[in-house]
């Protein structure tokens, strides 16, 4: 390729010549087949190209005259940003040039299929850009499109084809993508439209599919076809022969089955109306007869899949999606015709069949049409926990009929209810799959690799984690619905672990996953004559197999059943004591993984029966907590220091549910002991000779020791108090010698000499010291205790010491203590709050204001405080000085405009802050007549910038907090000067000054829309949600004329949405005993 100059390149910036389109392909081939200078030139030069104005003016002569497929995708680019951001601002007869232009092209390329295959992705490119015209066009510049496009699509079925595809288009953009994409008021005009013109294009659909011999046409009608399905009238689905013209015409047709049947879901997802039940129930039957004889009931589907081709696969992933869908929305009117319940049986037995498949996404599609069916029939007659097997008799158990457990109709003297008994024979094969398929629970470390070994898991697999979640749910309603049921399976499969019929670490740990999973499912009684059978069993298989891999495997499973169970422990002391000296055990074991469930299941127990531990059980002579602490060095000997951590938070929960004051201080003194004994010893040694202090493995065995008082600081609370005490003037002097020693080094060596393995230790020192205290103070009871004698200690060895060093060597935790001092001080630190503010504002502040990344938890603990000071200690700004007031408040500005959005958020929070409590100050006035216009221009323009990180609704509730403050004339002043601005109020001068800003900030908006959308920001302030629709369909009309993607602007929306469902689900699942897992439970598992 021969080499380009600039010169000659830059030439083709010159639209006064003719265009070179040469010289174009050339520039496009060195941008995609070179490196270095050249491509950057190449670069440069097209970037320069695709933003001239005029650059749109050159697409039909590149598209013409072009042979390099490249340099076409780069003039489609030019005129899809031209129609997305500049198509309003062009002349009338250049857009219906262009608009001529486009589909000329188009009908040229889709003419022969042959050329259509060839130029299959730049015809798809061009159809993108036909819809984009379309959305700008139609109906009011283009009001013949619909009937141009079907009757075009009659002159030939290649023509037809493409049609369909821009049709598809269409629709996918008016329906599924309008949200954020136009206005609220344009997306709604295009759906009406859409609907109101359908008869023309339905009537195209169902010709094609009646006559065309055509299966890339049929096929690609087909796929249109389903994208209208949700939206169009139902009368054209239920009032035509549309649905037995895909059963019977295309259904039994491989080519077309697939689509068919993605069709046929989307007719099964339409919501349950009385109108059209016997149609829907004629669907049914006539796919069930056609399923039937592709599909006949003998079939092993799971092998089948296994060795299917792709197509066969879909097939089979497809009928889950029908039968799923179908049956969540409709199984009610089936269960209602006795003729038809055959056939909702087949349906199931299918979808038993197909859950057998090992194929993740299939499996999840089962799986949560499985959670549906159980939670809907438990529901409707829920669980009563007095209903207990062994208060009734037990010689029922494992008496079936059908399969199903007689428990629910004999036992408990009550009739199952009829929808129940018609689901009888299927759910104990559901039971089945769940149990022998359970996903990995996320506390269980041990797992088989590759190469079929037991190791520790590092990553979490969250798609694992979620679906554990989801089958425990449907396994603990399966279990409410015949726990005697899921009580055989299990100890059946049990029993086949221990003869070793069917042993394998695959099927012990989807068992022992499914056996923890169902905690709090069983009657209390069943529960613990259910459990004793399962821990003795598995404890005798640790002792009866042989090798290191069988072992850890065997006793990962135990501690994860173990800690599901708290229930039971609390009630059995005996089996919590044997179930903790076994964890002792396992804390010795050096296999991959055993010694972090180990102490992972510990602290877990710890946490849910600690007040057993504290009480004399019966039987015993003292509290276990002594017999720990009696035993404590033998216990963590072979711990690794994270472990030791873990360990001493686990004994903290107990001493922390110890009631006497008394005992509970001799208890700390005795569990402290062992880490105050090296403190003791690392300190004597210090105070005769600081050189101590700069031994790298003193370093270390300090940082290990403050680390263990932060994690036992964490359980005990703020009775820590007591040991906190103990250490607390030594640590501070700790941390103003290593604060010297790092100072030192980096004069001596430069700042890099803070990566230094030594140097790096002593910051780890100083951080845990930082975290030590800002956990006591967030826990303690006593604010007054901690302003008198905590604060002024620790404040002189922190502020001086921040304020002195080098950048990279401050603490960020210097910043969280603060913030926690303050927020637990509250209104009591005022006076505290300037020397702060002297030594952390102005030296945090600059080396952050730099750049938006650099220092990033500086940076966000930088703006917790200053949240926290204006929160609690609001009066301390006021008598900050008026200059460093201001740099107050542009630190404040500059907060809100971070693109790191948990900064931004802050930052929004501070501003809100200030102006709620200046509303009601007696300074307010001054403040807001200084201040107010321009914290709104700042708010409008990071608004208004893609780039902005901030929450809607923040900057909507900001905005309305101003507008409605000048609305209500809470400014007790006028915001502008009354000698040179002519203004009625401050209302009409706001009104005045924000169209003249966002005029000049944004020239192509017209006048009315500025005059609409500022009497908006007046008239809607009461309301924040219709403040903010207002605000949002404002920013599309801006990012119409940029280009940006609007689609962030219903982010928020959508969150929040996903926020609400999971809490509605959760209020469900607390009333529903065993579906929360116990450790997530607040109530009656919490001690």
């Known amino acids: 390729m021969a080499a380009i100059s600039g010169e000659q390149a830059m030439t083709l910036l010159d639209f006064t010549q003719k265009p070179n389109i040469a010289l174009l392909d050339e520039v496009v081939n060195c941008f995609y087949g070179t490196v270095g200078p050249q491509q950057q030139m190449a670069q440069r030069v097209l970037t320069q190209f695709k933003e001239h104005p005029e650059s749109w003016s050159r697409v039909d002569a590149i598209l013409e005259y072009s042979p390099n497929q490249q340099t076409k995708y780069f003039a489609l680019q030019i005129l899809e940003n031209l129609i997305r951001t500049r198509w309003k601002a062009l002349p009338r007869e250049q857009c219906e040039g262009i608009k001529k232009y486009i589909v000329g092209l188009i009908i040229k390329l889709s003419g022969d299929p042959a050329q259509q295959m060839q130029e299959k992705v730049f015809l798809g490119k061009l159809n993108v850009i036909l819809v984009q015209i379309v959305k700008k066009e139609w109906p009011h510049n283009w009001p013949t499109f619909i009937s141009d496009i079907v009757g075009a699509s ?59 011999q055509s299966i890339t046409l049929v096929g690609a009608t087909l796929e249109t076809l389903l994208k209208f399905l949700n939206w169009i009238p139902l009368g054209y689905i239920f009032e035509t022969k549309l649905v037995s013209t895909l059963i019977y015409r295309f259904l039994t047709v491989p080519a077309f089955r697939n689509v068919t049947l993605k069709c046929l879901t989307e007719i099964a997802g339409i919501q349950s109306n009385s109108q059209y039940s016997e149609q829907l129930l004629v669907m049914f039957s006539l796919v069930m007869i056609q399923l039937k004889q592709m599909l006949p009931l003998s079939t092993n589907i799971k092998e089948a899949y296994k060795n299917g081709q792709d197509d066969e696969q879909n097939f089979i992933q497809n009928l889950a999606l029908f039968l799923c869908t179908f049956l969540k929305e409709h199984a009610a009117i089936i269960e209602q015709k006795p003729e038809l319940q055959n056939n909702l049986l087949e349906a199931l037995h299918f979808l038993v069949l197909i859950s057998e498949v090992h194929e993740k996404e299939i499996f999840k599609i089962c799986l949560e049409y499985w959670n549906y069916l159980s939670a809907e029939l438990y529901r409707e007659n829920p669980f009563s926990s007095s209903q207990s097997a062994l208060l009734l008799g037990q010689s029922v158990l494992g008496q079936s009929v059908l399969g199903q457990s007689v428990l629910g109709q004999s036992v408990l003297g009550q009739a199952v209810p009829p929808r129940r008994q018609l689901y009888l024979p299927i759910l104990p094969k559901v039971r089945v799959v769940m149990i022998s398929r359970m996903a990995k629970p996320e506390e269980v470390l041990v797992v088989e690799n590759e190469q079929g070994e037991a ?39 049990l029993y086949k672990q221990v003869d070793g019929s069917e042993w394998s670490w695959r099927n012990l740990n989807t068992l022992c996953w499914a056996i923890g999973s169902i905690s709090g499912a069983f009657h209390e009684e069943d529960e613990k004559r259910f459990l004793v059978t399962v821990i003795k069993e598995l404890l005798g298989m640790v002792e009866q197999k042989r090798g290191k891999d069988n072992k850890a495997i065997i006793a990962s499973d135990i501690m994860y059943v173990v800690g599901q169970y708290p229930r039971f422990l609390r009630a059995h002391w005996k089996f919590l004591k044997t179930v903790v000296n076994k964890l002792f055990e396992f804390m010795h074991e050096l296999h991959d993984g055993v010694q972090d469930m180990a102490c992972d299941t510990f602290i877990k127990i710890a946490q849910k029966c600690r007040r057993h531990f504290v009480q004399v059980q019966p039987m015993e002579v003292m509290p276990f907590i002594e017999e720990i602490l009696n035993n404590i060095r033998a216990i963590i000997c072979d711990l690794q220091p994270h472990h030791v951590h873990t360990f001493y938070e686990a004994v903290g929960y107990m001493i922390q549910a110890q009631v006497d004051s008394v005992v509970q201080e001799r208890l700390i003194e005795k569990y402290m002991s062992l880490p105050n004994e090296i403190w003791d010893s690392i300190i004597a040694r210090a105070t005769s000779d600081l050189q101590v202090l700069q031994d790298h493995d003193t370093i270390k065995q300090l940082g290990h020791i403050l680390k263990t008082n932060v994690r036992a600081c964490t359980a005990v609370g703020h009775p820590f108090v007591i040991q906190l005490g103990r250490i607390y003037l030594d640590m501070l002097n700790v941390y103003k010698v290593l604060s010297e020693n790092i100072s030192t080094a980096v004069a001596l060596n430069g700042e890099l000499v803070t990566k ?77 709050v300037p020397p702060i503010l002297d030594s952390l504002f102005q030296c945090t502040l600059e080396m952050i204001n730099k750049d938006l990344e650099e220092f990033p938890e500086h940076r966000i603990n930088f703006f917790r405080m200053l949240h926290a000071i204006a929160a609690n200690c609001f009066e301390s700004l006021l008598r900050v000085p008026a200059p460093q007031f201001k740099l107050l408040m542009d630190a404040f500005v500059w907060g809100f405009k971070h693109t790191m959005r948990n900064v931004a958020e802050i ?23 200084t201040y107010l216009l321009d914290l709104m221009q700042h708010v409008f323009s990071v608004l208004t910038d893609t780039s902005h990180a901030g929450s809607h609704t923040m900057y909507a509730t900001i905005l309305a907090t101003m507008f409605s403050l000048v609305e209500d004339n809470k400014i007790g002043a006028p915001l502008y000067d009354p000698t040179t601005v002519q203004a009625a109020n401050n209302a009409v001068y706001v009104q005045e000054y924000v169209a003249q800003l966002l005029k000049q900030a944004f020239p192509h908006l017209n006048i009315a829309q500025i005059k609409v959308f500022v009497e908006g920001l007046f008239s809607l302030n009461m309301d924040i949600s219709q403040f903010k629709d207002h605000l949002r369909d404002f920013l599309v009309q801006i990012k119409e004329f940029s280009g940006d993607d609007p689609s962030d602007l219903y982010l928020e929306e959508r969150e929040g949405q996903l926020r609400q469902a999971a809490e509605e689900k959760r209020r469900q699942q607390l009333t529903v005993p065993g579906i929360i897992n116990p450790h997530d439970r607040p109530d009656d598992m919490q001690e």
């Not at 002195?804 to 303050?822: C, D, F, H, K, Q």
């Open 154 to 212: 009659k002159t030939s079925e290649p023509l037809c084809t493409n049609n369909m595809a821009v049709l598809k288009l269409l629709s996918e953009e008016v329906f599924d993508f309008s949200a954020g994409q136009m206005t609220q008021v344009k997306a709604k005009h295009l759906k009406d439209n859409m609907c109101n013109e359908f008869s023309q294009i339905f009537e195209l659909c169902s010709f094609v599919m009646d006559n065309s």
């Open 455 to 493: 190791v520790r898991e590092f990553m979490k697999d969250t798609d694992a984690i979620n679906m554990y979640k989801s089958m425990r749910e449907t396994l603990v309603y399966l279990t409410h619905l015949d726990y005697a049921d899921t009580e055989r399976i299990m100890t059946e499969k």
């Open 756 to 832: 230094q393995p030594l140097i790096a230790s002593m910051r780890t020192v100083k951080k845990e010291t930082l975290k030590l205290i800002s956990c006591w103070v967030s826990k303690s009871q006593d604010p007054g205790m901690v302003r008198e004698h905590f604060l002024p200690p620790l404040l002189d060895a922190i502020l001086g010491d921040y304020r002195r060093n080098v950048p990279g060597a401050r603490e960020p935790e210097v910043l969280s203590t603060v913030t926690a001092i303050v927020e637990r001080l509250e209104s009591s630190a005022t006076d505290d």
């Open 907 to 929: 930052g929004q929070d501070i501003l809100l802050v200030l102006l709620q409590k200046f509303a009601t100050h007696p300074s307010g006035t001054q403040f807001f007549q």
